[in-house]
């Protein structure tokens, strides 16, 4: 079995651990049609009622950001929200592959893309609520396409850089082993010996450290879950567990939304829609950033930010040694699925209502009273660093070691 097919079969049988008579959305670039074609028939052999398709085209999405009206930038179209809504109140799951140009949108008015996100968000609040909260089953997976390639091996010609680059997919998601599923479990069981130290401990903040500036106190509310690997389906009537992300390295929880204090230097760039910001930095008081700065991409950072007010607060915490697979591979993928997972990060916006106690069944107030973020972005940065020092404080005042140079302490 080539391992393109054997990705697609983990996507579908792990990832969204896809149902018999479910259907399944997969939205895909067209360069990535082959594997979204594999991700269908192998869909169809776990009992799929039907595959339906929403294919993108990157390169005609940057003629449009170059040459239509200014107008359209704040319209969703309706049959995007019909479509959505739809197949997901229906309990669809879904497969995106996230494979984009990292400089697709260099030169692009940021306020054209700022703007058009942030409708698209506006319309589609349903559908992404109920994928935020585990009411359906999602995955993001991906596979190289020639402008991605070029970009994180700037040395090999074309279809070299290809070969390159999948050939590092297909390690961090664990293809290249014998036994693909079985390497899964095993991980899943590493990941969980993590989350009962960290759940464990319960602790009420921490703090990070590092030579590269950062010096930062988080407070975790009252109530936080740490998650990682797999999550549970929420409301279905026979539960079951997917995995949002593939590959994952990641364990997160969330920050309360009025608790981060002190400086964060990040440690990669950051492709934020098509657009890189680099060396960029934020202050924070009482979780809000109150100020902040990069070498490259500030005024990207600035619109980001601009979105609304939950953007200048954080939604995530996320925990990964400096020593994870995916960082030991040494290679900036300048795309997120797999540089957060080479790092520990944050995500400015929209936190994850799962990562709290009764977080899914909570309303809009009291999520925010209990200090869950919410926002139309949520945006990782990496902060992670081989001499990154994080302390966890309990609720007695007392402190444990989470992270020493770079590694979990545990
Ligand atoms: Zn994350
Ligand atoms: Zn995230």
Known sequence: MKSIDQYARLVVRVGVNLRKGQTLVVSSPIECAEFAR??????????????????????????????????????????????????????????????????????????????????????????????????????????????????????????????????????????????????????????????????????????????????LTIALPAGHVWFGGGDDIVGAAEPYAFVANMPTEEVFTMPHRDGADGKIVSTMPLNYNGNLVEDFWFRLERGVVVDFGAGKGVEVLKEMLDTDEGARRLGEVALVPYESPISKMGILFYNTLFDENASCHFALGKAYPTCIAGGPEMSKEELLAAGVNDSLIHVDFMVGSKDLEIIGVMADGSEVPVFKHGNFAL
């Open 38 to 215: 594999s991700v269908q028939k192998e869909a169809y052999e776990a009992g799929a009622r039907e595959v339906v398709f929403r294919w993108s085209d990157e390169k005609s999405a940057r003629v449009t950001y170059d040459m239509a009206p200014d107008e359209i930038f704040d319209e969703s179209p309706e049959w995007l929200k019909v479509f959505l809504d739809g197949y997901s109140d229906g309990n669809a799951a879904f497969v995106s592959i996230a494979a984009s140009d990292p400089e697709l949108m260099k030169g692009v008015d940021p306020k054209r893309i700022s703007r058009k996100n942030k409708a698209n968000n506006v319309a589609l609040e349903h559908y992404r609520s109920r994928l935020m909260s585990n009411r359906n089953a999602w995955c993001v997976a991906s596979v190289p396409t020639e402008a991605w390639a070029r970009k994180v091996f700037p040395g090999k010609p074309g279809p070299e850089a290809m070969e390159a680059l999948w050939d590092a997919i297909a390690k961090t998601v664990r293809v290249d082993q014998n036994d693909p599923v079985a390497a899964w479990r095993a991980h899943q069981a590493a990941l969980n010996a993590r989350l009962a130290f960290l759940n464990g401990h319960a602790f009420k903040a921490l703090r990070y450290r590092n030579a590269a500036g950062t010096d």
